[in-house]
């Protein structure tokens, strides 16, 4: 079993749609979640932020992170074609040492946001 | 802006050759990664460096090595290259400390024939 997992979709929307994207994880000791952006033929940039569990709103983007249920979720409101990406979700745990940065990513769900 | 560029775009080689993959940041950033991503298995962490000099393994560090001489630079090397190792490779780079942002480069598309 994977430490994260998420589905890979594709999932294909029409633009205004409130998009849902999902991770579920099984390392209990994760305490930094991230969701990651990559748009085609680029690396991934980091979107959203979230420690431990909680909301977290930038703009349309809202993070959101069930520590009890090992469950992140990244919402986006009035999708736009510019939304189009891979969205890939990271996390790690609170370990120091050499290990201390070390991120586990989910597989990344392939998102198209049509006109 | 930080800045993370590779070497390459895109490269093609030959089973059983050696292939070394660049990696450079222009921010002073201690630690450097270098992962691979393949369809379904999303990013995978092959080695990361924490400083110069030092490295550690990641998950999939077998088949490969690195070399971190200079702060800025962090190379990948596949010592005897093979078909399992067409990949998208990916370098990264964060300074140390509690940030967890990491820097991505654009990505080597690696064919190995």
């Known amino acids: 079993q994977k430490e994260v997992e998420q589905d890979p979709g594709p999932l294909s929307v029409p633009e205004g749609a409130i998009v849902s994207l999902n991770c579920t994880y099984s390392?209990?000791?994760?305490?930094?979640f991230m969701w990651y952006r990559q748009y085609s033929r680029k690396g991934p940039e980091l979107l959203m932020y979230?420690?431990?569990?909680g909301n977290k709103e930038d703009g349309r983007f809202t993070a959101q992170v069930d520590k009890s249920s090992k469950y992140i979720s990244l919402f986006i409101r009035d999708s736009q074609p510019s939304d189009s990406a891979t969205y890939l979700c990271?996390?790690?745990?609170?370990?120091?040492?050499?290990?201390?940065?070390?991120?586990?990513f989910g597989q990344g769900t392939i998102l198209t946001v049509h006109p | 802006d930080v800045k993370v560029t590779q070497s390459s775009r895109y490269l093609v080689k030959r089973t059983g050759e050696k292939v070394f993959l660049e990696c450079v940041q222009d921010?002073?950033?201690?630690?450097m990664f270098w992962y691979r991503q393949d369809p379904g298995l999303g990013l995978r962490l092959i080695y990361f460096?924490?400083?110069?000099?030092?490295?550690e393994k990641g998950d999939i560090p077998e088949g490969y090595s690195v070399s971190r001489e200079k702060k800025e630079r962090f190379s990948l090397i596949l010592e005897s290259a093979s078909t399992n190792q067409t990949s998208m490779y990916l370098c990264?780079?964060?300074?140390?400390?509690?940030?967890?942002?990491?820097?991505f480069g654009p990505g080597t598309r690696l064919t190995v024939l």
């Open positions: 990264a780079s964060r300074k140390g400390g509690s940030t967890d942002t990491q820097y």
């Open positions: 390392n209990s000791a994760f305490q930094y």
């Open positions: 979230t420690y431990s569990s």
């Open positions: 990271a996390m790690r745990s609170n370990a120091g040492g050499t290990s201390y940065g070390k991120l586990t």
């Open positions: 921010m002073d950033h201690e630690n």
């Open positions: 460096s924490y400083d110069v000099k030092m490295k």
